[in-house]
């Protein structure tokens, strides 16, 4: 089955404390990209990936770090994550940049006490 | 910079009432428009992709069409399984290579029994 898989699915953690949220898709993907998702402000882009070793920041990077090692990898990393950073966070990859169409993992709640 | 207003927030339909979801946008060139469906706890699934003003694209009781300025989601003889927030997103073009999406905040559907 075609799917993009997160984990954890949920995650409470405290200021400052390293945590990582993995991505992973099995549709040998080219793009893949990270969204923060808060109420009434929509989906917002934090970074996007266009292949591996490719990685490009979205338009809330700040405090957010991504690597691209293997094609089918995407992880999310929060050096020293704060409270502003508590959010809903989606992974999701289509098949190139053109986003004909996006495929999303089912989501990571994030609270940072 | 682009915009996507989506409007209303929320909308509270009985069953079989017919309705409209508005997407308004503003982009420096379209290359595409996208709609979602958002079920709770889930992330976004791929509904259509339109490109050019007088675009519609249909599926089940779901119709989207697209004009220069903005996109209506009409939905015919809702049931209660089509709630759901449903999403909006635009992308343009920018010397020949598309850009990031742009998401709206979503409307809010709900149809009830």
Redesign the interface.
């Known amino acids: 089955e075609a799917q993009?898989t997160q984990n954890p699915r949920y995650l409470i953690t405290v200021t400052g404390k390293k945590l990582t949220v993995t991505c992973s898709q099995n549709m040998n993907h080219e793009y893949m990209?990270w969204?923060r998702q808060d109420p009434?402000?929509?989906?917002?882009?934090i970074y996007?990936s266009m292949n591996v070793e490719v990685t490009d920041k979205?338009?809330v990077p700040e405090g957010y770090k991504v690597s691209r090692k293997e094609k089918r990898n995407f992880p999310l990393i929060l050096e020293s994550p704060s409270p502003n950073q508590t959010s809903l966070y989606?992974c999701?990859s289509s098949r190139d940049?053109?986003?004909?169409?996006?495929?999303?993992?089912?989501?990571t709640q994030l609270s940072v006490l | 910079e682009d915009q996507?207003t989506q409007s209303p927030e929320a909308l509270r339909l009985q069953e079989g009432e017919s309705s409209s979801l508005n997407c308004s946008y503003t982009v420096s060139g379209l290359?595409?428009l996208?709609w979602?469906r958002q079920d709770p706890?889930?992330?976004?699934?791929?509904l259509f992709?339109l490109y050019s003003a007088g675009e519609e694209k249909e599926k089940e009781r779901l119709k989207a069409t697209l004009t220069k300025k903005e996109s209506f989601l009409h939905i015919t003889a809702p049931k209660p399984e089509d709630s759901a927030t449903y999403?909006c997103?635009v992308?343009a073009l920018t010397s020949g290579?598309?850009r990031?999406?742009t998401?709206?905040?979503?409307t809010q559907l709900t149809v009830l029994p």
Do not use: C, I
């Not at chain 1, 940049?97 to 989501?107: I, Q, T, Y």
């Not at chain 2, 706890?41 to 791929?46: Q, Y």
């Not at chain 2, 998401?103 to 979503?106: A, D, E, Q, V």
């Open positions: 993009v990209s969204y009434g402000l929509g989906l917002r882009q996007y979205g338009d989606f999701a940049n053109r986003h004909e169409k996006l495929f999303f993992g089912s989501g | 996507v290359r595409g996208f979602y706890g889930k992330g976004p699934e791929f992709t999403l997103a992308q290579s598309a990031q999406l998401f709206g905040s979503g």
